[in-house]
């Protein structure tokens, strides 16, 4: 599904490259759920991005599903971003001023999804994740754990057949945060492919397989 | 999509109260001004465009030494007709000024309902055939003397319901009292009309010598000597005016090779604002003025715009995480723009409608400033509404562009982290926006403030006269002469008697008022050649004259009561200061006792001090005082306690000896005063914009601070934990405000300086534009400022430093 053949990332800083990341190469397959892990400033939530066409790489090739992401126009891109991935952040990154039901549906807005059938979706994710009495609650209404609900469901309801997740329990306390692993782990058995960047041994345990970094370059 | 839009935008305006509150109030009291310039700018430009013949009609100029004089030769307009068939008609009109005079209805069984007249013409029976003035009863006899044709108005006036057409009106005015007969009736002129007459009278009554009352020698028809009044030709249709203006002029030069000036064709298009800023030809309307008016409405709209960027960029911060979340659940760049340009187009929307509401709001007041009768519903007919519009179409959509791509712009992985605004670009680009801005602001207090101090400085100016509590009453104009004149002087020794009449005078002008008249040919006993060409006014006082306003003597005496009653017999005259000079004597003692020639030989006994009879807008004129008992105005100044009854007193005298005619009166500094009533305007009117401006450009000013203190919570949190004091905070928050003030200042006092100097030549008193006025423009702007930025720096500076670097 994802293969990335000798990417990095460098920064030019006072006429010397600092590299983030370093000759990676990297093969991710269909329903996998890998976790990366390293100490701060290694390079984990760059590469996240990169997969997630959020940030570009400086040199290498990245291919999805077989198609040539860094020869990709800005409008491919977009629209293959649109209907293959979801992102789940740390902060949940939602919008303040939307209701929860509103959140979930953005996505949708940008997709062409016609309004009975974005009602349709919507009212099958709130029910999926018990939290149809929260729907027109505003986020700083809910909890954290509760928000990040809302971000998950945010993230699937376009079906993409990739989760990424920066960090997902990161403000969460332990509860929260196994709850929102044990659903990741359902995800992954239904079929969604995930890649998470975590801190945590235990979160990566629910992990298929965990990719170590240390500064910039893959040690295991 | 479009309702989420929406939805989020509407959320988003009552989420930011105070910000919407000054975006949108910044928008409407833009749009509002621009409005009511609009309306302004649009009127004049639509004077006197009316007129079916209008591309057709023209103004006959004199112009000499390239000085042009709408008053042209009488019997130029015939003469004219009679030589070219290129001129269809032609109509002289003699103005207000000359023709005014009392006009009484002769109706049967009632006593005649009398009215002193200023909008009243003279003109040729083409009148009506030349310019659109319709009909609305009757038919246009004007060709023949002793016709009238009055307005509907008038109409009303005179005859209430009875049928005016047949009656007679009785006209009094300098060219005796004679009856007219009422041929038609038509609609009251429009606003948009220069020619402004309730009655126009057949001008061919003047043909017959009879009908002069003595002033055939400037009056006459067919006299080529004298230029009293105007004339408009009527081409045919697609005649070339240059062309014509040649031949007519070649022709002309043969016809009359003794004449000293060429004639001239002025469109009628271009009689109210000249075709150019340069146009040297006599015109009714201000096109300098309109330009400024133009100017001042772009500059504000430019403020507001400037503003709305300014202010929707400042909250970007808080925008941004929205723009990173949506661009990362797969919004594209244009959706995001267009959901930026909906909420522009909601909050300019919205302004825009209140807009509307403040201009019905504040059309009253505006009108009352303007002295026009405008409104929202004339500039729908209007042409330049279209431009308006398009203009402010065009400012809203580019600003909401540029909003909208600038929001819409930000890397999407910065904004989630939270680790934008590093940028010192958004900051230079405000602090640009501000600087601009407050340099308008402060361009326009200058121009205000020295506006303010030079019509201060007129109003209190020491006139070497005194004019307080000085009523003038209007003398009487109809009744027979010799009973009129033994009439005024029963009636000033009568009031003379009264205890509150402190002292009084009569007199041919009063200040404020234009003199009897001007004239050349005024000279010593042996002029030297060329001083017969020198002007001099001349007005017509009695003996009080210069004690009732305290006018001082330089030199010699004053006319005695003899004197006064002996008139032009007398052969004395008393000179001002500046006319003593004018004529050539070395000093005013110098002129005592000196004879001077004005038609006949007369002696000067004494000669005044300089006084200010007209506005400081013009040098003292050389001025001759002729000894009358003229009785044209009584100057009487009153003792000050319970003036209306007094006047009532004088008013029942006045009526006891002038029977029939109106009993009017004012007083002479109000009268004065009406002389500063352009520069009253336009400093109310330029009040008005600085202050607009400036109260815009604060709420930039607001936005740019906002930005800065979220920008600086970090570094004020820091700066706290370490122990400065909250006025510590706020100098260093305010400080850099100051200083885009005050470069705003720099940059703004030498063009208004420039400006305001060249305003200040019109006038030939005026005050000195000295650093002061600079340093209160300046004080003022950075007060403003100052009290604008502490609010937020106040409370950024009392805000907990633990939070604030949590935050971060």
């Known amino acids: ?220 | 999509m479009f309702r989420n839009y929406l939805k989020i935008a509407l959320r988003n305006l009552n989420g930011n109260r105070v910000y919407s509150a000054i975006n949108i109030g910044g928008i409407a009291f833009s749009v509002a001004a621009f409005i009511f310039i609009l309306q302004y700018v649009g009127f004049e430009q639509s004077v006197n465009q009316f007129h079916k013949n209008l591309p057709d009609i023209y103004r006959l100029l004199g112009e000499e030494k390239g000085e042009y004089s709408d008053y042209t030769n009488a019997p130029l307009g015939p003469t004219l007709k009679n030589n070219f068939p290129e001129v269809k008609a032609f109509c002289r009109i003699m103005e207000p000024n000359t023709a005014k005079g009392i006009v009484s209805a002769q109706t049967t069984g009632t006593a005649p309902a009398l009215f002193r007249e200023n909008k009243m013409i003279y003109a040729d029976g083409s009148f009506f055939d030349v310019f659109t003035f319709p009909l609305i009863a009757g038919a246009n006899r004007l060709g023949l003397p002793q016709n009238v044709a009055i307005s509907a108005a008038a109409a009303k006036k005179y005859f209430n319901k009875a049928n005016p057409v047949g009656q007679t009106l009785v006209l009094v005015n300098q060219f005796g009292e004679r009856p007219y007969t009422v041929c038609a009736v038509y609609q009251d002129m429009p606003a948009q009309s220069d020619l402004q007459a309730d009655l126009v009278f057949s001008l061919q009554t003047l043909a017959n010598p009879a009908n002069l009352n003595g002033n055939e020698g400037w009056a006459s028809l067919d006299g080529w000597d004298s230029s009293f009044l105007q004339a408009f030709l009527l081409l045919k249709n697609g005649v070339n005016s240059q062309n014509f203006e040649q031949k007519m002029n070649a022709q002309f030069r043969k016809l009359r090779p003794q004449a000293t000036f060429s004639l001239a064709l002025q469109p009628l298009r271009y009689l109210h604002l000249a075709a150019a800023l340069d146009a040297r030809m006599p015109v009714t309307g201000r096109l300098a003025f309109v330009y400024l008016m133009g100017g001042i409405a772009m500059l504000i709209l430019l403020i507001a715009g400037l503003n709305y960027i300014n202010l929707s960029t400042a909250s970007s911060l808080k925008r941004a995480k929205e723009v990173g979340v949506r661009k990362v659940v797969g919004a594209t760049r244009s959706q995001l723009i267009s959901q930026f340009l909906l909420e522009s187009f909601l909050l300019n929307g919205i302004g825009f409608v209140l807009a509307l509401g403040l201009v019905a709001l504040l059309q009253k007041p505006f009108n009352l400033l303007m002295e026009k009768d405008l409104s929202l519903l004339k500039l729908l007919s209007n042409p330049i509404l279209s431009l308006g519009l398009l203009f402010l179409f065009v400012g809203m959509a580019s600003s909401g562009a540029y909003v909208s791509r600038a929001l819409s712009a930000f890397p999407t992985i910065e904004t989630l982290k939270g680790a934008l605004g590093k940028s010192s670009k958004g900051i230079l680009l405000r602090k640009t926006l501000v600087v601009f801005q407050f340099t308008i602001s402060v361009a326009l207090i200058i121009a205000t403030l020295t506006l303010y101090r030079q019509l201060s400085y007129m109003q209190t100016k020491d006139l070497g006269m005194n004019m307080e509590q000085m009523l003038v009453i209007k003398g009487p104009e109809l009744g027979v002469d010799s009973v009129r004149k033994k009439g005024i002087q029963a009636f000033q020794d009568e009031f003379a008697r009264f205890s509150f009449v402190k002292n009084y005078s009569q007199s041919g002008t009063v200040p404020g008022n234009f003199y009897n008249y001007q004239a050349a040919g005024i000279t010593r006993l042996n002029p030297q050649p060329g001083e017969d060409k020198k002007q001099y006014a001349v007005a017509y006082i009695d003996d009080h004259y210069f004690d009732t306003y305290g006018i001082k003597l330089a030199s010699g005496m004053n006319f005695t009561p003899a004197i006064s009653a002996q008139g032009s017999n007398s052969a004395k005259v008393i000179l001002n200061e500046s006319a003593a000079i004018k004529l050539g004597f070395a000093d005013p003692k110098a002129a005592i006792g000196q004879k001077i020639l004005n038609g006949a030989e007369i002696e000067v006994i004494g000669v005044v001090k300089d006084y200010h009879h007209q506005s400081l807008q013009s040098l003292i004129d050389p001025t001759l005082f002729l000894p009358a008992n003229s009785g044209a105005y009584f100057s009487l100044r009153l003792s000050g306690e319970q003036m209306p009854q007094q006047v009532a007193i004088l008013e029942r005298l006045f009526k006891k000896y002038f029977v029939g005619n109106p009993f009017e009166y004012f007083f002479a500094d109000e009268n004065y005063n009406k002389l500063y009533r352009i520069e009253q305007q336009n400093s109310q009117l330029f009040l008005i914009a600085a202050t607009l401006a400036i109260v815009i450009s604060c709420l930039g000013l607001f936005g740019l601070a906002t930005f800065s203190v979220e920008q600086k919570t970090k570094e004020i949190g820091i700066r706290k934990v370490l122990g400065a004091s909250v006025g510590q905070i706020v100098t260093l928050l305010s400080k850099d405000f100051i200083v885009l003030v005050l470069i705003a200042l720099v940059i703004a006092s030498p063009i208004a300086w420039w400006v305001m100097n060249r305003w200040l030549q019109d006038f030939a008193y005026r005050i000195d534009l000295g650093w002061p006025i600079f340093a209160a423009a300046g004080v003022l702007a950075v007060c403003i400022a100052l009290f604008t930025v502490s609010f937020l720096a106040l409370r950024a500076a009392l805000s907990n430093p633990i939070k604030a670097l949590r935050q971060e």
């Open chain 1, 1 to 220: 599904m994802i293969q990335l053949q000798k990417i990095a990332k460098w920064y030019v800083n006072g006429g010397n490259k600092s590299y983030i990341l370093r000759d990676i190469h990297l093969k991710i397959l269909q329903g996998e759920f890998v976790s990366i892990m390293g100490p701060s400033g290694s390079g984990k939530s760059t590469l996240l991005n990169i997969i997630g066409m959020l940030d570009e790489p400086s040199e290498g090739l990245y291919f999805f599903d077989e198609q040539p992401v860094h020869q990709l126009k800005e409008r491919q891109r977009n629209e293959l971003f649109k209907k293959s991935i979801g992102v789940v952040f740390q902060a949940y990154n939602l919008i303040d001023e939307l209701t929860v039901a509103e959140n979930i549906e953005t996505p949708l807005l940008y997709q062409q999804v016609k309004t009975s059938e974005r009602k349709a979706l919507v009212a099958d994710m709130l029910d999926r994740f018990q939290i149809v009495g929260k729907k027109d609650l505003f986020p700083n209404q809910l909890s954290g754990g509760q928000q990040q609900l809302v971000g998950i469901a945010r993230a699937l309801i376009a079906k993409p057949t990739l989760l990424l997740a920066d960090e997902p329990t990161g403000n969460l306390n332990s509860k929260q945060g196994e709850e929102i692993m044990k659903l990741f782990k359902q995800l992954n058995e239904d079929g969604v492919t995930i890649i998470q960047v975590t801190h945590s041994e235990k979160n990566a345990e629910y992990g298929s397989r965990v990719i170590e970094l240390l500064d910039g370059q893959i040690v295991g």
